[in-house]
């Protein structure tokens, strides 16, 4: 079994900044790619930042010079570093990450989600 366990949430005012942080803990031997989603009130949930194993990035249009994806494979552990935030940044962000485990047949490849963080930022 594998837990992804997101922190770093919180009220934070326009402008403001938040470093989420995602550990990857369990049945873990590794991991893929792995990212950060985010899901507003009424709203599907849309991808934020990716970032695979090797440390190339990509981001959604409208947090590209704000956010910063990153991740330490040592700790098995991503983060996300938001500047500049906007009332609309608000949001409960999940991190999600392709684990592969050990298995009795073998490494199986799997996608993790965490449980979410609650993002808010106010005007």
């Known amino acids: 079994q594998v837990q992804l366990v997101e922190s770093g949430g919180g009220l934070v005012q326009a402008g403001g900044s938040l470093r989420l942080s995602c550990a990857a803990s369990?049945?873990?031997?590794?991991?893929?790619?792995m990212g950060w989603y985010r899901q507003a009130p009424g709203k599907q949930r849309e991808l934020v930042a990716g970032?695979?194993?090797?440390?190339?990035?990509n981001y959604a249009d409208s947090v590209k010079g704000r956010f910063t994806i990153s991740r330490d494979n040592t700790k098995n552990t991503v983060y996300l570093q938001m500047n500049s935030l906007k009332p609309e940044d608000t949001a409960v962000y999940y991190c999600?990450?392709?684990?592969?485990?050990?298995?009795?047949?073998?490494?199986?490849?799997?996608?993790?989600w965490g449980q979410g963080t609650q993002v808010t930022v106010s005007s």
């Open positions: 369990g049945r873990v031997y590794s991991l893929n790619a």
């Open positions: 970032i695979t194993r090797g440390g190339n990035t």
């Open positions: 999600n990450a392709e684990t592969i485990t050990p298995q009795p047949t073998g490494l199986t490849m799997r996608t993790d």
